[in-house]
C-alpha cells in the first residue's frame, strides 16, 4: 500500500459506476421528498415553518437519519486527530459529546418544544429581549459557517483528483450550493436519508476488510506507539476541559434544536436523539479503527487523507466506489445542513425577515454563505480541528451558560446582561487570542477568558434576581 496524492488512477468503471448510482438516488430522493408536500393552493407562498422545519410533521427514522448525518461532516478531522494522537479523538470527539446529547435529550427537548419558535435566537428573544436575540444570531452564524466542512470537501476532491486545495474547494461547494437552493429543509433532510445509510455502510465496510487483511484490532498495539492509547494523547487537562466545554456547545447548536423543532412530538425528537447517540458510538468506533489501521500500515501518510489512502486501496473494485461515495456523503450531508442553516441565520434572524421572508432571500444568503465559507477556509489552511476550535469556543464559552440559565431560571437575566456578558467574552476571547500571539504571555487558552467574562457578570444577575431594562 502506498500513499499518493491523487487516487483516481485507484478507481475502475465498476467504482465510477457504483459511485454514480450512490449519487444518483441522492438527488432522487431530494424529488421524492418534494413529492411528499402538500400541494399548494393557488397562490399560496411557502410558510416558514414548511421551508425551515419541514412542517414539523419529521418521523422518527428521518429524524435519525438526518441528526446523524448532519453531525459528522468532518471526518478528515476526526480521522486525522486519531492518526495524529490514537484514541485521545474517542475521547474528546466522542465520549465528551454523547453525555451532552443525552443532557439534551432529558432535559432540554421539553423545554425547547413549550416555546412557539424556529431558531435560536427566537428563544434568546423570548427569554431575554431583542438585543440578546440579535447578539445569539451572531454567535449562532459563525457557529454555523461550514468552513471545517469545505475544507473537508476540499480535500476528499484534492486526493482523489489531485490539483490544488481551493481549486478543488470551490468546485465541491459550487455544486453543494446549487443542491441546497432546491427545495428547502426537506431537500437536505432527505437526502440526509440516503447519505446516512451509505456513510455507516462506508466506515463499517473499512473495519471489516482492514480486519479480514492484516488481523484484528489487538496487532494495533504492537505496531503503533504506545501514546496512541492514552486518553489524554499527549495534551493537558486544561486542553481535554476545552474539548468538554465545545462538546456542550451542542446544548445551543442550531441543528440540534432545528430537528428538535421540526419533529413531530418532544417524544419523537427525545426516542431521536438517544437513538442517534449509539449509531454515533458504533460510527466512532468504526473510524476511530480505521484511521489507527491506516496509520499503522502507512504511517508515511499525511494525516489529513490518510483514511481515504487506505480505505481506497484496502477494499476491491466496486466496494471503493461505495467507500468513495460513503465518504463523500458524510461531508455533504454535513454541509448543506450548515449551509442552509447559516444562511436561514443571516435572512430569517440577523436581518429580522420574519414577516416578509421569502425564498429569494434565503437563497441569496446561502450564497454568501459559501462564498465566505470558502474564503475563510483558506486561513485554516485545511486544518479542520482549528475550525472546530476556533469557531466553537464562542458558542461554548460565551452562549452556553446564559441561554440554559434562561431556561431554567426565566426572568433572572434581562436582556441587557445578557448582552453586555455575551459580548464582554467574545471580546475577551478575541483580545487574548490576539494579544497571546503577539507576545505569547500566557498558555491559558483564550477560551476560559471568554468563559470567565461571560459568566461573572451573569452570575450577579442570576444573585440579584431580577431583570432591568
Known sequence: MVSKANLIGFLDWSDWAVFLLVLGATIASVFYGESLKEPKKEGEKESVIELLLMGRKMTLPIFVATLVATWYGGIFGVTALT???????????????????????????DKIRKHNIVTIPDLAGELFGPRAQRMTAILNFLNLLPIAYTISLGIFLQSLLGGSLLLNTVGGVLLVTIWSLWGGFRAVVFSDVVQFFFMIL???????????????????LEKLPATHFEWTGGESLATLFIWGFIALSTLVDPNFYQRCLAAESAKTAKRGIIISTVIWFFFDCCTTLGALYARAIIPEANSQDAYLQFSIQLVPHGVRGLITAGILAIILSTLDSYLFNAATCISYDLFRLKDRFKVFHHHIALLFVAVISVVFGLHFEGKVVDVWKTLGSFSAACLLFPILVGQWFPGRISDKSFSLSVLTGCLGIVTWRVLNRIYAFSTLDEFYIGLLLTTIPLSVSIVRGKRSA
Open 83 to 109: 492518526f495524529e494522537k490514537g484514541i485521545y479523538n474517542l475521547l474528546t470527539q466522542g465520549f465528551f459529546w454523547y453525555g451532552t446529547y443525552l443532557i439534551f435529550a432529558f432535559f432540554l427537548v
Open 202 to 220: 462506508s466506515v463499517f465496510l473499512v473495519v471489516v476488510f482492514a480486519w479480514a487483511e492484516y488481523g484484528p484490532p489487538t496487532i494495533l
